[in-house]
């Protein structure tokens, strides 16, 4: 099988090196890949499951702009209506009734809710939903997962972040997933002082196995927050709309007061969204929170073309059986070359690592086989398929997994 | 946490026991130790203690004292241990009595040779030799101050606490294993040379590549995206050690 070479892409690094920290920042950097060498750095185009790389490479795409694109790259329906909305008004002096519309989809569809609000990124709104936790409570603290990632604000960073003061973690108690006896501890040491537990709808940290909820997890966690009027956060940003639709709390059987929403709510267009029960509405009111372009109603019109086309598909329900035909193949192929790859997680957006070495360096490099080869793995994160993904492309998937592996294994 | 005793353990742990290295890398500092035969003990009260044994042309450092050292240095607090590196304090001789004048006229010059390729002028970096001397030691003294920065500052120690079990491996492509870190759960421990399996790599694609990226010249994104380094394996050790290493330069600054 052939290999790709990335030589306009390394051109194009050495020239955004001059002119922007890191050449390439933040989750997209691929720096910890391990193999570097193997991944492209910039994109040209993308349709449907696949993109095409600068240098004319075209991938099989996994990581789906990590988890913007649930129905595909390039889907006609929701990029019409971005387009339609962009020419009559998208950023204006005043409101669009865009705004309105979108909202009350949300409200209809997500359970317990009575009101949204939109900002661009999932950071916007767990920061957002924290200040609006304290707000309410008149408390500082807040409770949060090990391991569990909410964006880059400081509050939410680990300790020895470049920049980040201890005052800035102080109010912020990490404790570990599923381990509702920890969270009992917390609220016991600190109640009266916890203003929100913030958490994802299961435990699916980079570099790390995913972990789904325990049995009795949430509800338990659900009781014990009511009884202490803390004020109760999903982080739904990576999750939502691919696992329920309407929202991930209702495939675990739970009610958190606020949700936040991200990623896949346009397909690919800049929109973030907090929704919460009406108990918070008046202090949500009461919290100052904008940004320049949080009214861009483009965006908005693409979030409606999603969500409908979401319930159109059965979204999640595709995506799960996509997702576990995709996983069963590679497992399957795996194996028939002596390896052992663990799937962990939502099928849909599950974590792949091979176990055959603690290290990693054996999945970092299977996964640098599978890219140069057409199927885009990244090592470390959870991967994601779109309603795109076709029978062809999984069919091609599991070649590539097969070619790749038979390379690894000249290797050892 | 006090920062005077984590001060005096990573001057004398992680830096001075670079002299141990030094000879190999400097002539000038091989010549100066061709003929010495003995061992210069540092005791710290409240604090570390190391010895630097010289023999043969070569320099060894061990963590302690032995019973009956050459000459033994005593210091009555990390302080004061620290006030000797800033050049504002005199060590109390305990052992040693006749080898004053071998301190002040041999050692003392030894130590600034060190000082030579650890604060550089830009003409020492302008050659390959000094660059690399340069690098190597600094690359050391970061290897060598993690575990005391783990066990003393209360965030190197927050950040060691979540670092997962396994070890680390620095690699400079044109030499092979330079010195690697192992994490256990309680505690980290350092060593020079190679690990049979690590459970990570950091790779340097040569000297001035690490020059760059140890001196923060180049960040590790930067670098990594042009192949001069490569994170390789369980990538948070990698990170958690760059986070733990980092915090050295607020103590050595």
Known sequence: ?412 | MNNELLKARLNLCAVLRNLEDLPELDADAADMIRTWRLAVCFSVHGGPAATLEFSEGRCRYYAACPPHPDVKLFFLSPSHLNGMFAGDANPVPLKGLSKLRFLKHEFIPLTRRLEYFLRPAPETLAESAGLRAHALLTLLTGVFSVPHLAALDSIAAEIAAATPCGSLQFVVDSEGPIAHLMYDGDRVEAQKGPLDRPSALMWFADWPSAYRVLSGRLDAFTAAGKGLLRLDGTIPLIDNTCRIMDRAAGYLA
């Open chain 1, 1 to 412: 099988m052939q290999t790709f070479e990335y030589l306009q892409s390394r051109a194009l690094f050495d020239r955004a090196c001059e002119v922007i920290p890191g050449g390439i920042y933040g989750h997209f950097s691929p720096a910890p890949f391990g193999q570097t060498a193997a991944f492209p750095f910039f994109a040209a185009r993308a349709e449907g499951a696949r993109f095409q790389d600068v240098d004319g490479n075209e991938f099989i795409d996994y990581m789906c702009a990590y988890g913007l694109t649930i129905l595909g790259y390039a889907y006609r329906a929701v990029d019409d209506a971005f387009k339609k909305q962009l020419a009559s008004a998208d950023a204006a002096s005043i409101a669009s009734p865009k705004m309105i519309e979108l909202a009350e989809l949300l409200v209809e569809r997500v359970a317990g809710a009575g009101w949204a609000f939109f900002a661009k990124n999932g950071a916007d709104v767990t920061a957002y939903a924290v200040t609006i936790a304290r707000a309410a409570t008149g408390r500082r603290k807040i409770v949060a997962i090990r391991g569990g990632y909410h964006g880059t604000h400081p509050w939410m960073q680990g300790p020895g972040h470049h920049g980040v003061t201890d005052d800035e973690l102080r109010h912020c108690i990490r404790i570990p997933w599923n381990d509702f006896a920890a969270l009992e501890r917390v609220v016991d040491e600190h109640g009266s002082d916890i203003a929100g537990f913030i958490a994802s709808p299961y435990h699916h940290p980079t570099f790390q196995d995913s972990v789904l909820p325990a049995e009795g997890y949430w509800r338990n966690v659900e009781t014990l927050l009511r009884k202490h009027g803390i004020v109760f956060i999903l982080d739904d940003v990576r999750c939502g709309f691919r696992l329920h639709r309407g929202g991930s709390n209702e495939r675990y059987g739970f009610h958190p007061d606020l949700i936040c929403f991200c990623k896949a709510l346009a397909n690919g267009y800049p929109i973030a969204a907090l929704v919460g029960t009406d108990a918070l509405r008046t202090m949500t009111a009461s919290v100052f929170h904008t940004g320049s372009y949080w009214f861009s109603a483009a965006p908005m019109a693409a979030a409606i073309a999603t969500l409908q086309e979401l319930d159109r598909l059965d979204a999640p329900h595709r995506l799960e059986a996509i997702g576990r035909k995709l996983n069963d193949g590679l497992i399957r192929i795996a194996k028939s070359h002596g390896f052992n790859l663990r799937v962990t997680g939502e099928p849909c957006m599950a974590y792949y690592r091979i176990t055959d070495d603690d290290s990693q360096m054996l999945h970092q490099r299977w996964c640098a086989e599978c890219t140069r080869r057409g199927a885009y793995f990244t090592p470390h994160h959870n991967w994601f398929v779109s309603a795109a993904h076709s029978d062809a492309e999984l069919q091609r998937t599991w070649d590539i997994a097969d070619d790749a592996f038979r390379a690894l294994k000249k290797t050892l």
